[in-house]
C-alpha cells in the first residue's frame, strides 16, 4: 500500500505565523496534492503537483504557497497564517491523475 | 464552477438495512467519480469508483450508479453494519481538468442496533 507520511501531526501558531506542512511519499507517485478539511465543506484543493519543480493551482489556494521539491516531497507554506486556516490538512498522492488517492494521516493545525 | 453536492449530510439507518448517499456534479467533462470513507480519527480510503463507460458497478456490499445525463451518481450500501459508520465522501474528476478530484462535502453515516 502507498506509503504518505506527513509531519508535524500536530501543530499551533499565532495569527500572523509562519508554518510549513511537509509530505512525503515512497511509492514513486507522480500526483501530490493538499486538501483541507472542514466540516460542512468536505475535502478542498489548495495545490497539486505533476512532479518535481511544477505546481498547480486548487480551488482554495489563498494564503497558501507550495513547493514541490522532489518527486518524493510535497510542502505547503502559510507565510501569513490566520484563523481562518485552521483545519485540517490531509497530502495525498496518486500515480496518475484520475487513479486512487493515497491520503497521510493528516496535519491539524491550529492558528490562534 | 466545478461543484459537486452531496446529500444528506447525515444518515442514520438501522442495522441490516440500506443506505443510500447521492452526488451531483456541474462539469459535463467529468468522467471519474471515486467514493472514499473516512473513519474516524483516519484519513479518507477508496472504497469503490466507477468510470464514465459505466452506469453500475458493484463490489461485496457497495454499488454505485451512474446517470451522466442527469449529473447524478450515488452509493448504495447494502446490509449496513455497525462497522460501516463512518464519514463518505463522493469525487467527480475530468481528464479535461488536469486530473483534480472535486469532493463532495462528506456524508456521516450512523448505523445503530
Known amino acids: 500500500e502507498a506509503a504518505v507520511t506527513q509531519s508535524p501531526r500536530n501543530k499551533v501558531t499565532v495569527t500572523g505565523g509562519n508554518v510549513t506542512l511537509s509530505c512525503r511519499q515512497t511509492?514513486?507517485?507522480?500526483?501530490m496534492y493538499w486538501y483541507r478539511q472542514d466540516t460542512g465543506h468536505g475535502l478542498r484543493l489548495i495545490h497539486y503537483?505533476?512532479?518535481?519543480?511544477?505546481?498547480q493551482i486548487g480551488d482554495v489556494p489563498d494564503g497558501y504557497k507550495a513547493t514541490r521539491t522532489t518527486q518524493e516531497d510535497f510542502f505547503l507554506l502559510l507565510e501569513l497564517a490566520s484563523p481562518s486556516q485552521t483545519s485540517l490538512y490531509f497530502c495525498?498522492?496518486?500515480?496518475?491523475?484520475?487513479?486512487?488517492?493515497?491520503f497521510g494521516a493528516g496535519t491539524r493545525l491550529s492558528v490562534l | 464552477g466545478e461543484q459537486v453536492e452531496q446529500l444528506p449530510s447525515i444518515l442514520r439507518v438501522q442495522e441490516g438495512s440500506s443506505a443510500s448517499i447521492n452526488c451531483t456534479y456541474e462539469?459535463?467533462?467529468?468522467?471519474?467519480f471515486p467514493w472514499y470513507k473516512q473513519e474516524p480519527g483516519e484519513n479518507p480510503k477508496l472504497i469503490i469508483d466507477?468510470?464514465?463507460?459505466?452506469e453500475r458497478k458493484q463490489t461485496q456490499g457497495l454499488i454505485v450508479l451512474l446517470d451522466k445525463k442527469a449529473k447524478r451518481f450515488s452509493l448504495h450500501i447494502t446490509d449496513t453494519q455497525p462497522g460501516d459508520s463512518a464519514m463518505y465522501f463522493c469525487?467527480?474528476?475530468?481528464?479535461?481538468?488536469?486530473?483534480?478530484?472535486?469532493f463532495g462535502q462528506g456524508t456521516i453515516l450512523k448505523v445503530y442496533l
Open positions: 495525498a498522492s496518486s500515480d496518475a491523475g484520475g487513479n486512487t488517492l493515497y
Open positions: 511509492n514513486s507517485h507522480n500526483y
Open positions: 503537483s505533476y512532479g518535481a519543480g511544477n505546481l
Open positions: 462539469n459535463s467533462a467529468s468522467n471519474y
Open positions: 466507477i468510470r464514465s463507460n459505466m
Open positions: 469525487a467527480a474528476g475530468a481528464t479535461s481538468s488536469g486530473q483534480k478530484l472535486v
